[in-house]
T-cell receptor, first 109, second 118 residues
């Protein structure tokens, strides 16, 4: 079983739609959860991180963690063409980081 | 926010030569630095983990004599691809912990270096 499972997509939505990106994880140890955005031929860019269950909001982005079901989500409101990228979820246990395979998102104008 | 600078962003070299990639944490002291390799449309593959002043820990299957990692200071790590061959052509990305408010629990990535070996 992989440490972090992520639906690879691809996901295609019209501009303005709400996007939901999801991951599941297997380890219950104390950890942080992260979401990264990666444009083609660029390094991943940290969008948000959190360590507790619940929601964390930053502009159009909301990260949600449900530790009881080991489920993490990233919601993007009012999606824009510039949001088109690959989104990676990640978690850590100490100095070890585990990444999902990434979900490719395309926002169509 | 935390910034990790990586260069060169793109390098082309001849087979048999060595290439050095630098990774710097610009506004924080990196607790640990990580080097990843990424093939097109694939996820990140961890190559090695390094702490300042100590030898890097390589992942299984990564040749430490081919991919030399030096972590000379808390703000600088280098990856040298020695005697490069076309199969070493890839996208190499460094990352570091210690930048965000969470300290060692969040990774900040560099912009990546695309290596093409002719």
């Amino acid at each position: 079983q992989k440490e972090v499972e992520q639906d690879p997509g691809p996901l295609s939505v019209p501009e303005g739609a709400i996007v939901s990106l999801n991951c599941t994880y297997s380890n219950s140890a104390f950890q942080y959860f992260m979401w990264y955005r990666q444009y083609s031929r660029k390094g991943p860019e940290l969008l948000m991180y959190t360590y507790s269950s619940g929601n964390k909001e930053d502009g159009r982005f909301t990260a949600q963690v449900d530790k009881s079901s080991k489920y993490i989500s990233l919601f993007i409101r009012d999606s824009q063409p510039s949001d088109s990228a690959t989104y990676l979820c990640a978690r850590n246990t100490g100095n070890q980081f585990y990444f999902g395979t990434g979900t490719s998102l395309t926002v169509i104008p | 926010g935390a910034v990790v600078s990586q260069h060169p962003s793109r390098v082309i070299c001849k087979s048999g030569t060595s290439v050095k990639i630098e990774c710097r944490s610009l506004d924080f002291q990196a607790t640990t630095m990580f080097w990843y390799r990424q093939f097109p449309k694939q996820s990140l593959m961890l190559m090695a983990t390094s702490n300042e002043g100590s030898k890097a820990t390589y992942e299984q299957g990564v040749e430490k004599d081919k991919f030399l990692i030096n972590h000379a200071s808390l703000t600088l790590s280098t990856l040298t691809v020695t005697s490069a061959h076309p199969e070493d052509s890839s996208f190499y990305i460094c990352s570091a912990t210690g930048g965000e408010g969470s300290g060692a629990n969040v990774l900040t990535f560099g912009a990546g270096s695309r290596l093409t070996v002719l």
